[in-house]
């Protein structure tokens, strides 16, 4: 059975970094666009990155650009998000989706097949 577990959340203050890790099991992630995606208290959903299977593409929106990187290891079969400069607003539950086909994980915050349950991350002084 496929699965994503999501990890490496938690408080961090205001400007500080935290690295995400999402581990799969069940499913190769190199066949796989993964992303992820954020959501706030009483927000909706947005997604903050994603990359591609076959050439590592990546996609940030501007809210996130320049300060959050997405990497993959194959090997370990793990994705990272780096998240560097965190504001309070970036408090959230953050989670990792996978998915054969890139526009249902980077065009979409609820389109892909394989979802983690999240981690929390706190970011508050």
């Known amino acids: 059975q496929a699965q994503l577990v999501e990890s490496g959340g938690g408080l961090v203050q205001p400007g500080g970094s935290l690295r995400l890790s999402c581990l799969a099991s069940?499913?190769?992630?190199?066949?796989?666009?993964i992303g992820w995606v954020r959501q706030a208290p009483g927000k909706e959903r947005e997604g903050v990155s994603c990359?591609?299977?076959?050439?590592?593409?990546?996609y940030y929106p501007d809210a996130v650009k320049g300060r959050f990187f997405i990497s993959r290891d194959n090997a370990k079969n793990t994705v990272y998000l780096q998240m560097n400069s965190l504001k309070p607003e970036e408090t959230a539950v953050y989670y990792c989706?996978?998915?054969?086909?890139?526009?249902?994980?980077?065009?979409?915050?609820?389109?892909?097949?394989?979802w983690g349950k999240g981690t929390l991350v706190t970011v508050s002084s």
């Open positions: 989706a996978a998915d054969y086909l890139w526009e249902r994980v980077c065009g979409s915050t609820s389109g892909a097949s394989y």
């Open positions: 069940g499913l190769t992630l190199d066949n796989y666009t």
């Open positions: 990359i591609g299977s076959t050439d590592s593409v990546t």
